[in-house]
Nanobody, 115 residues
Framework: QVQLVESGGGLVQPGGSLRLSCAAS????????MGWYRQAPGKQREWVAE???????NYADSVKGRFTISRDNAKNTVYLQMNSLKPEDTAVYYC?????????WGQGTQVTVSS
């Protein structure tokens, strides 16, 4: 069983930055990949970014060049650094991890980009 706990959301002005963290119970080395999804009001959940156990990263086109995903295996934590935030980035952000064929989700953290 894997538990994922997100933190770091909040209110930020357009152009600002936030860093989300996702702490996993146990070793994250077995969780492959780990990543982030988001869900805006009235919209479907969408994939944002992922990182493999070997550190390979992939990003949705909408966040490429602005968001950076990283992982610290020693701390069992994955991060999402979000820069140049836009109002359309407003959503609940969910941490996701896969172990074998099983998917695990965090409870979500709200990110609001507004002036």
């Amino acid at each position: 069983q894997v538990q994922l706990v997100e933190s770091g959301g909040g209110l930020v002005q357009p152009g600002g930055s936030l860093r989300l963290s996702c702490a996993a119970s146990g070793s994250i080395f077995t969780i492959n990949p780990m990543g982030w999804y988001r869900q805006a009001p009235g919209k479907q959940r969408e994939w944002v970014a992922e990182i493999t156990s070997r550190g390979r990263t992939n990003y949705a086109d909408s966040v490429k060049g602005r968001f950076t995903i990283s992982r610290d295996n020693a701390k069992n934590t994955v991060y999402l650094q979000m820069n140049s935030l836009k109002p359309e980035d407003t959503a609940v952000y969910y941490c996701h991890g896969r172990v074998d064929i099983y998917d695990y989700w965090g409870q979500g953290t709200q990110v609001t980009v507004s002036s």
